[in-house]
């Protein structure tokens, strides 16, 4: 494998913003968990099917998982985002369309990250209200919102990437 040069390109502001808009996401989300902790009875909704009916239970211990997680992928994909170098190009990559293949890879990756902060927000967010009032908040559309925030920045990116001469 070739080594590819690295191009010093500065965030866009759709980086700035998704940025601002993920790590917020994120952060309330861990603070309401915090302060809500002690309302939490001592079995929550741990797993939700297809349809966002709860399919399992279990301690509220568990919730700290999807943080942990939630933080373990941030800074992977913080860690990728920061070398755009290192991704996967096409063959038609060279010198004159170096800086937009950089661009759009790690735009797709910093709108990918940051939608993985709000769907771990969403879920923490989801088995917290299902535990507290026993109804949910967005029910069926749980599973399909999730699906749209993980795949729909991918899906961008590719349709982009087409683009790029």
Known sequence: ?????????????TEILANVIGYSVFVITIAL???GWDSLPEKIPAHFNAVGEVDRYG?????LILPVIGIL???????????????NYPIR??????AAFYLNSRI???????????????????????????TSF??????????????????????KRMKIK
């Open 59 to 63: 301690t509220a211990i568990e919730l």
């Open 108 to 134: 797709m990756l910093n709108l990918t990250k940051n939608a993985f902060f709000v769907v771990f927000s969403i879920s923490i967010l989801e088995m917290m209200h299902v535990a507290i009032v026993n």
């Open 33 to 35: 968990m915090v302060f």
């Open 93 to 98: 990559l060279n010198d004159t369309n170096r």
């Open 73 to 87: 992928v941030g800074v992977a994909l913080e860690a990728l985002e920061r070398r755009p170098e290192v991704h």
């Open 138 to 159: 967005l029910g069926g559309w749980l599973f399909p919102i999730n699906l749209v925030l993980i795949f729909g920045p991918v899906v961008y990116g590719i349709a």
């Open 1 to 13: 494998m070739t080594k590819r040069k690295h191009l010093d390109l500065p965030k866009t502001t």
